[in-house]
């Protein structure tokens, strides 16, 4: 049922019901009087330390890049310390370090024990084990200070230090330079590895007998998947100035009698024709949907009919927005420039768009390290 509202316009009645909630949420009598009811103060109170947690969100970011930046991890690896031994281990004056370490402890990163030494926390034990996580965390510096004028960014952002971070993005003719190349390319393996893993947990290969990974930068995937499945060949696809590293590791991991490399810019050559599946690991949300459709279109004309192809990366919730999805990769592609964080509908769209069918959404067991989209060439 529809009402009119004092502009004239019509307001559903859910549109009527949500202006009253909102009115009486955010009212200061009704937060008063909740917090003196059982069942609504306790939803009040989880409510305001929800709040409080967004509102110190920042602190607790530069906490865990401190925490990083100090080696914490390392100087405690062994046994738990006192404040005085980490303050001379990292140069901090103690005072001051002792501040950290209660927020580390705070944050689950440290634990302060009964003798007033510090020891890791769960999640800080747990952090150099996720490979290229410290090293993530580190580069954020880059988009903390986009990030640091919030107003100017979501309404114009067209001078980000990230965008530079990541040059290859801009590069239509596939020319980077080698050593720009190197430091990407490192940070994309290390964490390339998590993305392997849960994208591996969630495929089965055991039909395909060529994988073209396009964007496959330093062949960490491929190489995943060459040990999973010891049938498959392997061709990866990326710039020329970032194959060199895929073809050692290849030799390394003793794939290289089925694994092989071409070297290109997918704005500009078409894609290699050798391979039943192609892949396309975190390398969609760094473009333009007009960049997105001429590469799958380039990928569904390489593929023979019946063909695969699976696009994994870290996706928006789309209609169910999730934090990792809208609250940290939407914003990240927003500062890169060119790109954006999708969600799986929306490449679902784009892959029907480009001749894709059988287009289907893989759960993946954790999405904020990867999304999964499936689809097949008829
Ligand atoms: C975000 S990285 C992902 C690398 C790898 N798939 C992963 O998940 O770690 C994007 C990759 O796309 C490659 N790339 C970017 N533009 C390209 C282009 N025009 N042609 C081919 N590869 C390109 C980059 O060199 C880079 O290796």
């Known amino acids: 049922m529809a009402l009119a509202d004092p502009q004239g316009t ?5 549109d009527r019901f949500y202006a009253w909630r909102t009115a009486l949420v955010g009212s200061r009598a009704f937060q008063q009087k909740a917090a003196r009811l059982p069942i609504a103060a306790s939803i009040a109170r989880k409510d305001g330390e929800a709040l409080f947690d967004l509102v110190a969100g920042f602190a607790h970011s530069q906490i865990l890049m401190a925490f990083v930046e100090f080696d914490l991890p390392d100087h405690l690896r062994v046994q738990p310390r006192t404040l005085a031994d980490l303050a001379s281990r990292t140069g901090v004056p103690e005072p001051r370090m002792k501040v950290l370490a209660q927020g580390a402890a705070a944050l689950g990163l440290m634990t302060r024990q009964s003798d007033g030494r510090y020891a890791l926390g769960r999640l800080g034990a747990a952090l150099p084990g996720i490979p290229g ?3 993530m965390i580190r580069h954020h510096d880059v988009l903390y200070r986009d990030l640091s004028d919030p107003v ?3 309404r114009d952002g067209s001078d980000t230090e990230l965008a530079g971070f990541w040059p290859y993005v801009f590069g239509a003719s596939g020319d980077v330079d080698q050593d720009v190349a190197a430091t990407y390319s490192e940070l994309m393996a290390d964490s390339q590895t998590l993305v392997a893993e849960e994208a591996l947990a969630h495929l089965d290969l055991s039909d395909t007998r060529t994988l073209l ?3 496959g930068g330093t062949g960490v995937f491929l190489a995943a998947a060459g040990q999973a499945y010891p049938h498959l060949n392997l061709h990866l696809f990326d710039l020329p100035a970032v194959i060199a590293p895929a073809a050692a590791r290849f030799e390394r991991e003793g794939l290289s009698d089925r694994a092989d490399t071409t070297g290109g810019s997918f704005r500009t050559d078409a894609l290699p024709i050798c391979a039943d599946t192609i892949s396309l690991v975190r390398v969609l949300y760094d473009h333009a949907d007009e960049t997105v459709a001429m ?3 380039k990928a569904h004309a390489a593929l023979p009919s019946g063909g695969r192809i699976i696009v994994a990366e870290p996706m928006s919730g789309g209609g ?3 934090r990792p999805g809208d609250a940290y990769f939407g914003p990240y592609c927003m500062a890169m420039r060119t790109g954006k964080a999708r969600s799986a509908n929306e490449i679902s769209g784009l892959l029907a768009q480009a001749g894709f069918r059988d287009v289907k959404t893989v759960k993946t067991g954790r999405p904020f390290v990867t999304g999964m989209v ?4 008829a």
């Not at 019509?10 to 859910?14: A, E, F, G, Q, W």
């Open 374 to 377: 499936c689809a097949c060439k």
């Open 295 to 297: 590469l799958l279109t």
């Open 152 to 154: 100017a960014f979501f």
């Open 213 to 215: 990974d396009v964007g």
């Open 320 to 322: 169910t927005p999730t």
């Open 133 to 135: 996580l410290s090293q």
């Open 10 to 14: 019509r307001k559903s009645l859910k």
